[in-house]
């Protein structure tokens, strides 16, 4: 089993910045692509950023690219989320993910295997 803890989520104005930590325990020889989802009130969980085992190939969805980024330190088990010019349509829930199938990218929710609690980020206007 693989054990995900997030921190990093905090209230910040529009504009300001964040990062986002997801440190990974127990079988974490086991992780391959991970990824950070996030879920606002009444709608869908998706698909914010993920990137690869290695960390060379990264996939972000439209509406943070060239705000948000992804990497990863495999030294450490960690994969951080580093979210500038925050707006507040990304307040949300955001999540990590892990998975164990050994592919190269997952971008899609019900491929990963592991999930953090979540930890809440509010931008205000």
């Known amino acids: 089993q693989v054990q995900l803890v997030e921190s990093g989520g905090g209230l910040v104005q529009a504009g300001g910045s964040l990062r986002l930590a997801c440190a990974a325990s127990?079988?974490?020889?086991?992780?391959?692509?991970m990824g950070w989802f996030r879920q606002a009130p009444g709608k869908e969980r998706e698909l914010v950023a993920a990137?690869?085992?290695?960390?060379?190939?990264?996939r972000y969805t439209d509406s943070v690219k060239d705000r948000f980024t992804i990497s990863r330190d495999n030294a450490k088990n960690t994969v951080y989320l580093q979210m500038n010019s925050l707006k507040p349509e990304d307040t949300a829930v955001y999540y990590c993910?892990?998975?164990?199938?050994?592919?190269?990218?997952?971008?899609?929710?019900?491929?990963?295997?592991?999930w953090g609690q979540g930890t809440q980020v509010t931008v205000s206007s």
């Open positions: 993910a892990a998975d164990r199938s050994g592919l190269m990218m997952v971008v899609t929710a019900q491929r990963y295997d592991y």
């Open positions: 127990g079988r974490t020889f086991n992780i391959g692509a």
């Open positions: 990137v690869s085992r290695s960390g060379s190939i990264t």
